[in-house]
């Protein structure tokens, strides 16, 4: 006869399969009604559970997650299709989907529970993939921002995807990878992992391995990643090693990328000595170019000068050639106010010639 601790840890047993089994059909139901991208999204089964958007909106979200997937593939030629065809890189974010089972009191109170957040962004993908034609399409022809910050999580995982609710409340997202801008990813340093829980730690996000490699962590790929029940964290992300790339370094510079002492500091670190004499090098030219550009706006300065003077020595001549038209006004003026007198005067004239004329012809003269 089974006693009465084997009966509840059999009736445990039977509602975890059971909910294992439930969500594992929800998911599947949700797939088949909703398609492949389906956003999961349920506490518990809503009415509806398809989430739909504009067809615009839905489009542009499709190509994004195809540049994605893309760029994870070194595909430089499709990633500029994509952007041809109306996909924006500086919003191309990884989607990670997790769905796990919250389990509360003695494992008796089991629901399902899901999040989808964004993740790595595009540009972040193709730098730390070392793909130095991706980037470069994406900084030329998608005009991505290489001074924006770039910032992903990744999941935490128990044994069969149970979690406690205060578990999910503050750790479903086990780490957050931050780097300020694209330029300390390039260069591989500058950046932190902040482990979220109870006990919350940080770190330099990009770390060191016994071989020299430089490694650290990503979600898998994909442009849509869905978790549900790793039973490993190598079934939630990757261990990724990164090999920086000064013609990255270099290209984030051309097209922009502010150069600031933290970064310089940082570019000091790399043991690689190409990457802090790449933003030296462009820092010099940077230099170069302000005093070429000082020289010539103080060209401008002079010639604005000489063209002032100019004008000053215009304004000169056309105030006396004012004066000079004022002077031909009034005498004008005291003409016309004459005239009248000089009309009388005149009529008169013209007829005493008259009348002398006659009286000379009369004579016979």
């Known amino acids: 006869m089974p006693t009465f601790p084997g009966v509840i840890n059999n009736l445990r047993a039977h509602f975890l399969k059971e909910s294992h089994a439930n969500v594992i059909t929800r998911s599947q139901d949700l797939t088949q009604r909703c398609g492949p991208k389906a956003k999961l999204s349920f506490q518990s089964p809503p009415p509806a559970d398809c989430i739909t958007s504009s067809p615009i909106s839905s489009m542009a979200?499709?190509?994004?997650?195809?540049?994605?997937?893309?760029?994870?593939?070194?595909?430089?030629?499709?990633?500029?299709?994509?952007?041809?065809?109306?996909?924006k890189p500086n919003d191309a974010r990884k989607m990670v989907s997790l769905v796990g089972i919250k389990t509360e009191g003695d494992h008796f109170d089991v629901s399902t529970v899901s999040d989808t957040i964004q993740a790595e962004s595009v540009l972040a993908l193709a730098i730390l993939h070392g793909d130095v034609d991706v980037v470069r399409v994406l900084l030329e022809h998608g005009r991505v921002d290489p001074n924006k910050r770039i910032e992903w999580r990744i999941a935490h995982t128990f044994k069969n995807g149970h979690y406690r609710p205060e578990t999910w409340a503050m750790q479903r997202w086990a780490t957050t990878y931050a780097f300020p801008n694209a330029l300390l990813l390039a260069i591989g340093k500058g950046g932190t992992w902040t482990e979220h829980g109870t006990n919350r730690r940080?770190?330099?996000a990009i770390v060191g391995r016994e071989n020299g490699e430089m490694a650290l962590s990503i979600n898998l790929k994909g442009g849509h990643v869905k978790l549900?029940?790793?039973?490993?964290?190598?079934?939630?992300?990757?261990?990724?090693?990164y090999t920086p790339k000064v013609e990255i370094v270099e290209l984030l510079l051309r097209f922009g990328a502010k150069i600031t002492q933290a970064k310089l500091n940082a570019a000091g670190k790399n043991p690689d000595p190409a990457f802090r004499e790449a933003l030296e090098r462009h820092w010099r030219n940077l230099v170069d170019t302000v005093e070429v550009q000082k020289l010539e706006i103080h060209r401008l300065h002079e010639r604005i000068g000489v063209l002032e003077s100019r004008v000053v020595a215009g304004e000169e001549i056309r105030l006396g050639l004012r004066s000079k038209t004022d002077g031909l006004v009034a005498m004008f003026k005291d003409l016309s106010s004459k005239s009248p007198g000089f009309s009388a005067k005149s009529e008169r004239l013209r007829n005493r010639n008259a009348e002398l004329t006659f009286l000379l012809s009369s004579r016979g003269l």
């Open 202 to 204: 940080s770190g330099e």
């Open 61 to 87: 979200s499709d190509l994004n997650l195809g540049l994605i997937e893309a760029t994870e593939s070194g595909n430089a030629a499709q990633v500029q299709r994509l952007i041809d065809a109306g996909a």
């Open 228 to 241: 549900t029940y790793g039973k490993s964290a190598d079934d939630f992300r990757t261990w990724f090693a």
